[in-house]
């Protein structure tokens, strides 16, 4: 059967039609110049659409004291050093805009009854600086987006795959990829591109990411492009993820269950977080949760199921009406259960990568010239604990900024490049997978990875773990020399596949080495044989697959930030 191929030129091409995608979309548009976007999810299921806590930007809309040199000491505060403070300056300075673009598009905010948009509380914020759209904030920002671009008359191709970014000499000229539905081939030169695909939580066995989501794909599309990593080993893990159904294992229980007086127990029927933060209990940070949650667990005291018990029982009907509603919705739709008479099995489950391409904070440029990544794809706010609201209000700065910076290169471009090794070498590449027919299953090698990461590279880190998962990752990368595609009437599907755990086997390779390397505590990664935080790893590890993991220092905080950081009260607050 011969399978046709579509030849495409944009000037920009964007890869991911998230948040973070159709931000930088619009932004070229807007200048005038031509622009596509590819993602292999329909537009109004990305990711970002699951994002529900809010937005954060320094309005002072309740808090007039508040300031973006603030939200910045707070960032660094809660990145335990990590974060690049020239990236977080960026952030918290040009959050506002972002905030006023979205306005400008029509998306509804929560208001205060004179108008103002009403901000509160999110994690360990000093003032209250968290905008907000119900508990659906991501999904609104989504709707604004598309919509915006629709209205600019941006392409967009849904469920296209791009498979390989095209390199002439360093230097991008377009993409590769298939429609997952008919197998038909995309050719698309662009002058330079966008990575906006996501991250890599989806490689373990429980994350907040649904099936075929977040499988690491930018990482993978980054570095065979030739582009690094930076501290792919910091992910945070989100503390209530419910364990069943299997096929939604990992779907989130909002921390706002824990807000507004939801209580965790063991199964012995302990409110065990007096043990861990007796102070704040069940409103401590995400991390200490995840942590006592995991510890529980592991020591003997957790369910049947490997969970343990959040309750919200006790709490009025009417609060969990109208406080809860999706919480309330979602169990009851997938496991039947009624919050508000019965507590909810729950357990940590991989949600952010606080880590990804390794880009310049002016402009999220990459090693290679004319390709950019933004949003969860790429790393350098965050560090190794995420401040909560952060990653939504990041996708809207860096989506602006990455579209001009894209623009201005590809203006300055004294010629389009063009490689037809590089574009045959892609076209060979699915070539062999479709011709593949081994014996290997595709779905049961990216089950394999889960298991492997979720062991020996979960809340809890050590060298003997490390090392065995880096050896069952060796007999994993073997086993997929065997593999078998077998495209059917429903579609590509299993090709698709067949490149996700390509992804996923590089960005598990990348995290345990890197992990492996941190050998302290710090934030979101906890090593059982280094406890302590070691003041020398106050440093990004930068991964690639020819240098390994080599340390990279950190820039000085700015003496009008540094002033400003310290611990925040949280008493009272959900910490995140």
């Not at 977080?88 to 306005?103: F, H, K, M, S």
């Not at 030739?226 to 989100?238: K, N, Y």
């Not at 345990?512 to 059982?528: K, Q």
């Amino acid at each position: 059967m011969s399978i046709p191929e579509r030849q495409i030129s944009t000037t920009v091409l964007v890869i991911g039609t998230g948040g973070s995608g159709l931000r930088a979309a619009i932004d070229v548009a807007e200048q005038g110049v031509d622009v596509l976007a590819v993602g292999k999810r329909p537009r109004d299921d990305a990711h970002t659409s699951l994002a529900a806590g809010g937005i954060n930007a320094a309005l002072g809309t309740m808090d007039a004291e508040d300031s973006w040199q603030q939200h910045a000491a707070d960032t660094i505060t809660e990145s335990y050093g990590l974060a690049d403070p020239r990236t977080v300056e960026i952030v918290t300075r040009g959050a506002e805009q972002g905030i006023r673009d979205l306005e400008r598009w029509g998306m509804g905010f929560a208001r205060e009854d004179d108008g103002r948009i009403s901000q509160r509380f999110f994690g360990a914020h000093t003032y209250r600086r968290t905008a907000f759209a119900g508990d659906y904030t991501g999904l609104e920002i989504q709707r604004t987006l598309v919509r915006r671009a629709e209205q600019l008359g941006v392409p967009i191709l849904d469920g296209v795959y791009i498979t390989r970014i095209l390199v002439d000499d360093g230097a991008v000229f377009g993409a590769y990829g298939f429609d997952q539905s008919d197998g038909t081939r995309y050719l698309i030169h662009a002058d330079a591109v966008i990575l906006a695909a996501g991250g890599h939580n989806r490689i373990w066995r429980r994350t907040s990411s649904r099936r075929d989501e977040n499988t690491g794909d930018s990482f993978r599309l980054a570095v065979d492009a030739g582009a690094r990593l930076r501290d792919p080993e910091l992910v945070q893990f989100h503390p209530s993820g419910i364990i069943e159904p299997e096929n939604a294992a990992g779907t989130l229980i909002s921390e706002a269950a824990r807000g507004e007086g939801g209580i965790l127990r063991n199964a012995l029927g302990e409110r065990f977080m007096k043990n861990y933060d007796p102070q704040r209990m069940e409103l401590s940070t995400r991390d200490r949760v995840a942590l006592a949650a995991y510890t529980e667990i592991k020591e003997g005291r957790g369910t049947e199921n490997g969970g343990v018990w959040l309750d919200v029982s006790h709490l009025p009907r009417e609060t969990i009406m109208t406080r809860l509603p999706r919480v309330y919705q979602t169990m009851l739709e997938l496991q039947m259960l009624d919050i508000t008479t019965d507590p909810i099995e729950i357990a940590p489950t991989a949600h952010y990568s606080m880590g990804g391409v390794w880009v310049r904070p002016e402009d999220h440029s990459t090693d290679v010239d004319g390709l950019y990544a933004i949003g969860e794809a790429s790393s350098g706010l965050h560090g190794a604990n995420r401040l909560g609201g952060n990653s939504l209000i990041e996708l809207l700065v860096y989506g602006r900024i990455a579209g001009r910076a894209a623009v201005d290169y590809a203006s300055a471009l004294p010629a389009q490049r063009r490689s037809s090794d590089a574009v045959a070498h892609a076209r060979q590449e699915i070539d062999e997978l479709l011709a593949a027919d081994g014996r290997e299953n595709v779905r049961a090698l990216q089950r394999a990875i889960r298991n492997t990461m979720t062991e020996h590279a979960g809340v809890v880190r050590s060298e003997d773990g490390l090392r065995a998962g880096l050896a069952e990752l060796d007999l994993i990368e073997g086993r997929m020399a065997d593999i078998g595609i077998h495209p059917d009437i429903a579609g590509f599907q299993d090709l698709a596949h067949a490149f996700d755990l390509k992804a996923s086997a590089l960005a598990a390779r990348a995290t345990l080495e890197a992990a492996r390397e941190r050998r302290e505590t710090r934030g979101c990664h906890n090593r059982s044989d280094f406890p302590d935080t070691d003041p020398t790893l106050q440093v990004n590890l930068v991964w690639s697959p020819s240098t390994g993991v080599t340390r990279e220092q950190i820039a000085t905080v700015p003496s009008e930030i540094a002033a400003l950081m310290r611990d925040v009260d949280t008493a009272g607050k959900l910490v995140e």
